[in-house]
């Protein structure tokens, strides 16, 4: 019968929830897609409901609706999304965890790693964050931790890529 290595086993990474949380800058970009979604479609129902007489409680109760949606995915979901998104980067492994409702947790090891890179679109660079983006060959192998500070996944890509050139043979 095979043994199953002990949790703390260095050569073995655990399953485990990672250290470090994302920029608190995060809650902000998270709130921005359903503030410039949800406020002209609320906006819109309004209107449509003033306008349209024949339309008036339809429109009543979307906006409303659109206005509840808004304020949930604008409110409660960047704190509940901040809570769980972690990562980590230890000797052997990246971790990553995220989800809301769903948690999904990845480890990959540094051996393993092909391709490192970041990326931020318009609004990351205003508010100076960044994705980190750790892919190995296995389409399943893909850890993607947004919210970090830009400089920092610069930095962490940077390390990561000088990491896994230690390992010349072929993970795959």
């Given at each position: 019968?095979?043994?199953v290595p002990a949790p703390d086993n260095p050569l073995h990474p655990t399953l485990r929830e990672p250290?470090?949380?994302?920029?608190?800058?995060?809650?902000?970009?998270?709130?921005?897609?359903?503030?410039?979604?949800?406020?002209?479609?609320?906006?819109?129902?309004?209107?449509?409901?003033?306008?349209?007489?024949?339309?008036?409680?339809?429109?009543?109760?979307?906006?409303i609706a659109l206005a509840l949606l808004t304020v949930f995915y604008t409110v409660v979901v960047p704190?509940?999304?901040?809570?769980?998104?972690?990562?980590?980067?230890?000797?052997?492994?990246?971790?990553?965890?995220?989800?809301?409702?769903?948690?999904?947790?990845?480890?990959?090891?540094?051996?393993?790693?092909?391709?490192?890179?970041?990326?931020?679109?318009?609004?990351?660079?205003?508010?100076?964050?960044?994705?980190?983006?750790?892919?190995?060959?296995?389409?399943?192998?893909?850890?993607?931790?947004?919210?970090?500070?830009?400089?920092?996944?610069?930095?962490?890509?940077?390390?990561?890529?000088?990491?896994?050139?230690?390992?010349?043979?072929?993970?795959?």
């Amino acid at each position: 019968m095979e043994s199953v290595p002990a949790p703390d086993n260095p050569l073995h990474p655990t399953l485990r929830e990672p250290v470090n949380q994302v920029d608190p800058r995060a809650k902000t970009l998270w709130r921005i897609g359903p503030l410039i979604l949800g406020v002209p479609a609320t906006i819109a129902a309004i209107v449509v409901a003033v306008v349209v007489p024949d339309a008036r409680w339809g429109a009543t109760l979307a906006a409303i609706a659109l206005a509840l949606l808004t304020v949930f995915y604008t409110v409660v979901v960047p704190l509940w999304r901040y809570r769980f998104h972690r990562w980590e980067v230890s000797e052997d492994a990246v971790y990553a965890q995220s989800g809301w409702f769903v948690r999904h947790r990845v480890i990959i090891p540094i051996a393993r790693i092909q391709v490192v890179d970041t990326e931020a679109g318009p609004l990351e660079q205003l508010l100076k964050l960044g994705k980190l983006t750790v892919t190995t060959a296995s389409s399943a192998g893909t850890i993607h931790i947004e919210g970090l500070d830009a400089e920092l996944a610069r930095a962490t890509a940077s390390d990561l890529t000088i990491r896994t050139q230690a390992f010349t043979d072929d993970a795959t």
